[in-house]
């Protein structure tokens, strides 16, 4: 099968074409043929940090890519409620020794998997695995309820955009932060309010919005040195999911405010399988979420094939992406 692969990590010149055997079904798991994968921030991270990562880093040479939207070609042993043919979705690799996406076939856990939305493309569903599981894992665990004053810091990223279409559905007042006019009318068309974070100041923005008490819910897919803006806009008690928490952090201001953090780190189930079955369960909810026309994933404006995928790094890399960049396999 043709593959991407990288033999060294660096910067986006590492991918190299490659003619890799195809994988054979084993107990537990499908074998998948790959329409579409995407490019999420974790999978440049591997590219360039490497054994940096830990056990994120894969065996070289290494097929990377984790989303995938595709058709099961052969289905392993003990694995029920999937076919031959079926459409399907799922975050299943590019990790570790977990091989990804990048190439022609994946061989997938069958509980990393669920039956793809039908009523999106598989370039949609290809686009919305790994960003769908961390903002539905985020706002759950944050124990989001109607008619709270939800916000969701980076709006129109990759998490961020699917975040605020979940917390409009779980019935939340849902404001996000963004950076120009182009994002504040993508959030707008979500059913958000657009915040443009260069322009007001968090206190401003919680004395417009919220009368000065504060969001009660603060999904920060920004995370690091932003989680001090998202301790500032918190009400008191307020629950705070993060996707990004890998720095020293001064928690003062969460404690005289009693907030509660929540840090999502949706790989541990195929790093540690651990819980896998609870990423089939969220995939299936998204689906369901999808196919009831209120969740949409937003695609880049360009388009990129499998060798194209040097490319496809550099596009997300650029900072210029609303929503998700996806390559056709």
Do not use: W
């Amino acid at each position: 099968m043709k593959a991407m692969t990288i033999k060294e990590f660096g910067d986006s010149s590492v991918f190299q074409a490659a003619e890799l055997a195809k994988p054979e079904a084993t107990k537990g798991h499908l074998v998948i043929k790959v329409v579409a994968t995407s490019v999420n921030t974790v999978d440049m991270m591997i590219r360039q940090m490497g054994t940096d990562l830990g056990p994120l880093a894969p065996q070289l040479p290494g097929v990377l890519g984790m989303d995938f939207a595709g058709t099961v070609e052969v289905v392993g042993a003990d694995v029920t409620g999937f076919a031959v043919g079926d459409d399907v979705f799922g975050c299943a690799g590019g990790l570790g020794e977990l091989q990804g996406a990048l190439a022609e076939y994946i061989l997938a856990d069958a509980k990393l998997v669920a039956h793809k939305p039908k009523s999106i493309s598989m370039r949609e569903a290809a686009a919305l695995p790994l960003v769908g599981i961390t903002a539905y894992e985020g706002l759950i665990r944050a124990g989001i309820q109607p008619g709270q004053n939800v916000l969701v810091h980076g709006g129109a990223g990759g998490v961020g955009h699917i975040a605020v279409q979940l917390a409009n559905y779980f019935g939340g007042n849902v404001f996000a932060t963004i950076s120009d006019d182009e994002q504040a009318s993508v959030i707008e068309k979500m059913g958000g309010t657009a915040i443009n974070y260069k322009q007001e100041s968090v206190a401003d923005y919680v004395a417009k919005h919220t009368g000065g008490a504060g969001f009660e819910l603060v999904f920060d897919s920004v995370g690091g040195e932003n989680l001090n803006a998202s301790f500032e806009a918190a009400a008191l008690n307020a629950n705070i999911a993060t996707t990004v928490s890998l720095l020293n952090l001064d928690l003062t201001a969460a404690h005289f405010k009693g907030l509660s953090l929540h840090v999502v780190f949706m790989l541990i189930p195929m790093l540690h399988n651990h819980k896998r079955e609870q990423h089939q369960h969220i995939l299936t909810q998204l689906a369901n979420i999808v196919d009831e026309g209120k969740l949409k994933p937003i695609l880049d404006t360009e388009t990129f094939a499998l060798e194209d995928v040097s490319k496809a790094h550099d596009r997300l890399a650029s900072r210029k992406v609303i929503g998700k960049v996806v390559i056709d396999v």
